[in-house]
């Protein structure tokens, strides 16, 4: 199988071409999820799913729909070692997660709050006699960064260099370019592997309190796991830890100028909201599809799948269905249900960032509003001119705020 046979093309399926169209595509998912909510597409041989029911199926039945797959939508390169949580599924599963979840633990999250706060409390220091900022440049993109690479034990100063190699490892590939952002991120992975191969040598020998210290030390299986192991991990924890939450802080921004103006304000004469609306930006502005495979034919969806198919999981889509959330093309933060979004995963893939991704926004939110009487969109704001190609379709590679 070459390498764009294993890659899903998710623009492919979708046909959505535009920037605009691919960061608002709501009201196509709408029309697919209610007149045609699991089709077929012939020329990936993918299924799409697009219910909350569905999704929420595929997310957790492992038995029928496994994470241990050639294809995928991801387009991080493979890490294949045994402690790749990616690309297997329980009961050796749990043996895998255990181990990266273990190198949370010495570090409840609760003894890393201050540390985020004095991060956030930095960031906001260096903004507040400006009168326009980028909010990705000065908030979202730094803060997750820093926090991810200060929990890892690699040197925090390194993050502009680490986000960069982030971005090349998460570009979506397309039919037109593959080969072109496929050696771009053979080449990052090179200078990301060789960047952090040293810092594990020197933890091996000399370890720490922090996560790579402590995948030195664990053991898997009985043994302990190698130094490329190690490397490897660490880059996906660095990876995944700064992208999905740049994402949550980049939206949570776009949604209170944008989606819900006025927000802001009753966030900010009650803080106790601001959980609430971190989880109604994840529900309602991530797209976040994800992939599994059908280990056996089944009609489970009242179509014939075949085993060794592959299935999408529409995740921003199954986050608009009326059946489980009433109105759900409005954004409300005061929705009773709106943390059963699906957009961290379900089941025993679900993604283990998640708190400490929900900890920052909280953290940089709260500050934020606390310090800043109001934000307004800077003047001539064109959305197309600040979105960029990323793994859920569109992000925001920039978003100039006026401050009051």
């Keep these: 199988m070459s390498s764009i046979d294993?890659?899903?093309?998710?623009?492919?399926?979708?046909?959505?071409?535009?920037?605009?169209a691919q960061w608002e595509p709501y009201a196509w998912y709408k029309e697919v999820r209610e007149n045609n909510s699991v089709f077929y597409d012939t020329e990936q041989d993918v299924w799409n799913v697009f219910s909350y029911e569905h999704a929420k199926r595929v997310l957790f039945d492992h038995q029928l729909f496994s994470n241990k797959k050639e294809r995928s939508l991801v387009t991080v390169p493979r890490m294949d070692n045994r402690s790749n949580v990616n690309f297997v599924d329980p009961p050796e599963h749990r043996n895998r997660r255990a181990l990266l979840a273990k190198a949370f633990t010495p570090r409840a999250l609760e003894v890393w709050e201050p540390r985020i706060q004095a991060v956030v409390n930095e960031l906001i220091m260096g903004i507040e006699d400006l009168t326009t900022i980028d909010v990705v440049e000065k908030l979202a993109i730094p803060l997750p960064v820093t926090v991810i690479a200060d929990l890892l034990g690699?040197?925090?100063?390194?993050?502009?260099?680490?986000?960069?190699?982030?971005?090349?490892?998460?570009?979506?590939?397309?039919?037109?370019?593959?080969?072109?952002?496929?050696?771009?991120?053979?080449q990052v992975m090179k200078e990301f592997y060789e960047y952090l191969y040293p810092i594990v040598l020197e933890k091996r020998k000399h370890p720490v309190d922090d996560i790579i210290s402590d995948l030195t030390k664990a053991e898997l299986e009985g043994e302990k796991l190698?130094?490329?192991?190690?490397?490897?991990?660490?880059i996906g924890l660095l990876g995944a830890g700064n992208e999905t939450t740049t994402t949550l802080i980049s939206n949570v921004f776009y949604s209170m100028l944008f989606d819900k103006p006025g927000v802001y304000q009753e966030v900010r004469a009650d803080l106790s909201l601001v959980p609430n609306l971190i989880e109604e930006v994840l529900r309602f502005r991530f797209p976040a599809p994800m992939d599994r495979k059908v280990t056996q034919d089944t009609d489970v969806f009242g179509h014939p799948m075949k085993q060794g198919q592959m299935v999408v999981a529409w995740i921003g889509a199954a986050n608009r269905d009326e059946a489980q959330f009433a109105?759900?093309?409005?954004?409300?933060?005061?929705?009773?249900?709106?943390?059963?979004?699906?957009?961290?995963?379900?089941?025993?893939?679900?993604?283990?960032?998640?708190?400490?991704?929900?900890?920052?926004?909280?953290?940089?939110?709260?500050?934020?509003?606390k310090r800043f009487a109001n934000i307004?969109?800077?003047p001539g704001f064109e959305l197309t001119e600040h979105l960029t190609?990323?793994?859920?379709?569109?992000?925001?590679?920039?978003?100039?705020?006026?401050l009051a």
């Design 389 to 402: 190609d990323s793994a859920l379709g569109q992000s925001l590679k920039s978003l100039p705020i006026r």
């Design 6 to 20: 294993q890659t899903i093309l998710l623009h492919e399926i979708s046909k959505l071409k535009s920037k605009q």
């Design 376 to 378: 307004e969109p800077a």
């Design 226 to 234: 190698t130094d490329e192991e190690v490397v490897m991990s660490a």
């Design 154 to 186: 690699v040197p925090s100063k390194d993050w502009a260099r680490i986000k960069f190699w982030s971005d090349i490892i998460f570009l979506p590939y397309a039919k037109d370019t593959y080969d072109d952002i496929a050696a771009q991120k053979a």
């Design 327 to 369: 109105h759900a093309e409005e954004f409300d933060i005061h929705r009773p249900n709106n943390q059963h979004h699906l957009t961290f995963g379900a089941g025993p893939h679900f993604c283990l960032g998640a708190p400490l991704a929900r900890m920052e926004a909280r953290i940089a939110l709260a500050s934020f509003v």
